[in-house]
């Protein structure tokens, strides 16, 4: 211990009370704050808002749908609520939910006092909002926002878009800088800050996941502000990149898209491995199985995750031997990725099981995620791809592993870390009403979407045949029901936040018999004391 001289006592005294020595409060507080767990709500915050308004606009999709012909949509008025509900669901609300609860977990899962780079981390999600607000904003000027897809697909975006293409441009470019910034900060943290004796092996999975997660953000995402660059330059600039007419190429859009755009999907799944893998053996009261293979099978998911682009263009006329090299790389790609699902199971197995709500969540996410990788495996191979390719069924595919699969596993995430970060125990019977609401009505809404691909229905059409009308109808009925549930949701975060039963320190009491971090780490130790003075 260490004692202060006389003057530097005195001088502390008198200014403790002055104003802007105080702690900010308010607003302020929230704006300026760089302590981890502030930045951690906010970010859970802004996603669960920009999901609920990526979710109105799936509902009026469905309303469209819900009958043959135009119902309340004109077909370009769709075209922006298909493009804007992609882009607010991936870059809105899944990725920002992820980011959030690294910063709120990773400081306290490795034993650091907070994140390596507080101030970038309190700019890296204020800019998230102007975004938003940017991209959000196009739907109301002169010509409408972007209509061209998620996938901004040349020379739609190019040619055939109104100018707040430009505007859509900038908004990527501030949502990248903030992803790049945010993985900075996330593996800055591991490398330097994990608690001393803390080894590579003993980190936590969802810390593997994302320090894995934060190197493709690093690796993929200047390929996307490339490619949106040479959009807006092309558009508006007189370049021909994408223009067959000036030397370019449309499909090479294509491929630099998907070079980032595979990768992307990852990075949306592969934190949420990290969550099932910390919730699955806590309610099994067991070791995960098998924790090397888990993070070696992480490491090589991330490596092939480049190698497979072109899975998404094999109706583009490739070459055979192209053909063939995507589809052994995507099939490859099911095996790690099956070791996981194994691994899962395999803890669960002779368990001694109980089904709390995020327990509930984790089971779910195990059965559903894996329908959506045997649907994967279908789209993987190339004769069969060529009659899947642009139908509903892809949609069915990748909603099984981004609602079913991300999205789960950050509602199992926050039912299982609520009594820590609030304090309080939430309402179990208005949890389960949530799981049972929405794992029926998600099942209503997407499964049938394969049938609807298989017979041929193309995707993000505003009309369709006769033929297709009754399946529509259960699917948007499903598509309400499940829009619905999250209110529950919501109703629920607001409540146990308010207050209730306090949580124990082991909220779980028995589930947490590996406390809520697997493994624990070694005891704390304070990085803010100068060695001299200790």
């Not at 907070?114 to 959000?136: K, Q, T, V, Y």
């Not at 306090?502 to 493994?519: F, H």
Request: charged share 10%.
């Amino acid at each position: 211990m260490t004692t202060l001289n006389p003057e530097m006592s005195a001088t502390i005294n008198s200014t403790s009370h002055e104003h802007h020595h105080m702690p900010p409060r308010g607003m302020m507080r929230w704006l300026k704050t760089t302590n981890h767990k502030d930045i951690g709500t906010l970010y859970l915050w802004f996603s669960f808002i920009m999901f609920l308004i990526g979710g109105c606009m799936a509902m009026l999709i469905r309303v469209e749908l819900f009958e043959p012909g135009k119902v309340i949509l004109d077909p370009n008025l769709f075209n922006q609520m298909t493009t804007v509900h992609g882009l607010i669901m991936v870059f809105g609300a899944v990725m920002p939910a992820f980011t959030g609860l690294a910063n709120w977990l990773i400081p306290l899962m490795i034993g650091a006092p907070d994140m390596a780079l507080p101030r970038m981390n309190n700019w890296s999600f204020w800019i998230l909002p102007f975004a938003f607000s940017i991209l959000l904003s196009t739907l109301f000027m002169p010509g409408g926002g972007p209509n061209f897809g998620w996938t901004f697909y040349a020379p739609l975006s190019t040619h055939y878009s109104s100018d707040s293409t430009a505007l859509f441009v900038f908004s990527i470019h501030i949502m990248g800088i903030s992803s790049i910034m945010g993985a900075m900060n996330v593996i800055v943290t591991i490398f330097n800050l994990r608690a001393p004796g803390m080894k590579w092996m003993n980190l936590p999975l969802f810390v593997w996941t994302w320090l894995i997660t934060a190197f493709l953000l690093i690796a993929v995402m200047p390929v996307l502000a490339g490619v949106v660059t040479m959009v807006l330059t092309d558009k508006f600039f007189g370049t021909s990149f994408f223009d067959a007419a000036g030397g370019g190429d449309p499909v090479m859009f294509q491929h630099i898209f998907w070079f980032f755009g595979h990768p992307e999907v990852y990075i949306m799944i592969l934190p949420a491995f990290g969550i099932i893998s910390s919730i699955i053996p806590a309610f099994s009261r067991k070791k995960l199985f098998g924790y090397s293979s888990m993070v070696y099978a992480t490491v090589s998911i991330a490596v092939l995750s480049f190698i497979v682009w072109g899975h998404h263009m094999f109706t583009t006329g490739m070459p055979l031997f192209s053909e063939l090299f995507f589809m052994y790389c995507t099939m490859i790609i099911a095996v790690p990725t099956g070791v996981k699902v194994f691994n899962w199971v395999a803890t669960m197995w002779r368990g001694s099981l109980s089904f709390e709500p995020p327990m509930l969540f984790a089971i779910a996410f195990v059965i559903l995620f894996t329908i959506g990788g045997f649907s994967g495996l279908m789209l993987a191979i190339t004769p069969a791809d060529f009659q899947y390719h642009n139908t509903y069924f892809v949609v069915a595919h990748f909603h099984y592993v981004l609602v079913t699969g991300a999205v789960f596993a950050i509602m199992a995430a926050a039912y299982y870390w609520l009594p820590k970060w609030t304090g309080h125990m939430y309402s179990f019977k208005l949890a389960n009403w949530h799981f049972w609401c929405s794992v029926i009505s998600v099942n209503v809404l997407f499964f049938p979407m394969h049938f609807l691909g298989l017979a041929g229905m193309p995707r993000r059409i505003p009309d369709y045949a006769l033929q297709f009308a009754n399946l529509n109808k259960i699917v948007s009925l499903g598509g309400f029901a499940f829009g619905l549930s999250q209110l529950l949701f919501f109703a629920l975060v607001i409540k146990c936040i308010r207050g209730g039963e306090s949580a124990p320190a082991k909220p779980w009491d028995g589930a947490e018999g590996l406390e809520w971090t697997l493994p624990s780490p070694p005891p704390y130790h304070s990085f803010t004391t100068p060695p001299e003075v200790e």
